[in-house]
């Protein structure tokens, strides 16, 4: 079965900096990754999706990750964070198409001035 | 514009009580999911639907019990709520792609 991994469960950062929230997964087939976030008293929003092709995914709000099969990992970047991605993010997994999302535990942002 | 309604948004019940949270999608989507969320964040697939007269248990067991009567609809209940039930409850919906949606969530909690 497959399994998701966030390495840190929170990462404070100062504006303007560059952050990475790492995602390591187990699966021993092809698998579809996701990051979402999810800001306080809200539903899951997508930033960005692996499906195939390009290793390098980008996103919305100016998020990208790298998709590295050798390493299972899915890590999730942004160059310079504002204070307004103070959230949790997720990163998950799945198999095909329409069957469920395994989620891993999150990472809180904190982004302060 | 397609989306996903969950309600109530927030509802403070006593034990004991019977209480059916409720999930509709606009977009026909034939698959729905609920997810428990633990106050530390960590989300936990408790039932899931691939259609009409579907459903099956997910990854954490839960008393809750769904059903699936509409494309569109996917009502979770508890038949006796207990504070151990005290939780944000996500309802999300995919289609043939890779689109997940998630609804706003409910957050429970039974005093």
């Known amino acids: 079965a497959q399994s998701v991994t966030q390495l840190d469960s929170q990462v404070p950062v100062f504006e303007e900096a560059p952050v990475e929230l790492r995602c390591n997964y187990s699966?021993?087939?092809?698998?579809?990754l996701f990051w979402y976030v999810q800001y306080p008293n809200q539903g899951l929003q997508l930033l960005l999706k692996?499906?195939?092709?390009?290793?390098l995914v980008k996103g919305i709000n100016g998020f990208e990750a790298e998709f590295n099969k050798s390493q299972t990992s899915f890590h999730l970047r942004k160059p310079s964070v504002h204070i307004s991605d103070t959230a949790e993010y997720f990163c998950?997994?799945?198999?095909?198409?329409?069957?469920?999302?395994?989620f891993g535990k999150g990472t809180t942002l904190s982004v302060s001035s | 514009e397609a989306d996903i309604y969950q309600t109530p948004r927030y509802l403070v019940i006593g034990t004991g009580k019977k209480i059916t949270l409720e999930c509709s999608q606009t977009?026909?989507?034939?698959?729905m999911y609920w997810y428990q969320q633990d106050p530390g964040m960590e989300l936990h697939l408790i039932h899931y639907s691939y259609g009409v007269n579907s459903t099956e248990k997910g990854d954490l067991s839960s008393e809750s019990t769904v059903s699936r009567i509409r494309t569109e609809h996917f009502p979770l209940t508890l038949e006796s709520a207990r504070p151990s039930h005290t939780s944000q409850y996500l309802c999300?919906?995919?289609?043939?792609?890779?689109?997940?949606?998630f609804g706003s969530g409910t957050r429970l909690t039974v005093v």
């Open positions: 699966s021993s087939v092809s698998v579809y």
């Open positions: 998950a997994v799945t198999l095909q198409a329409g069957t469920a999302l395994i």
């Open positions: 692996y499906l195939s092709g390009s290793t």
């Open positions: 999300a919906s995919s289609g043939l792609s890779y689109g997940y949606t």
């Open positions: 977009m026909g989507h034939d698959k």
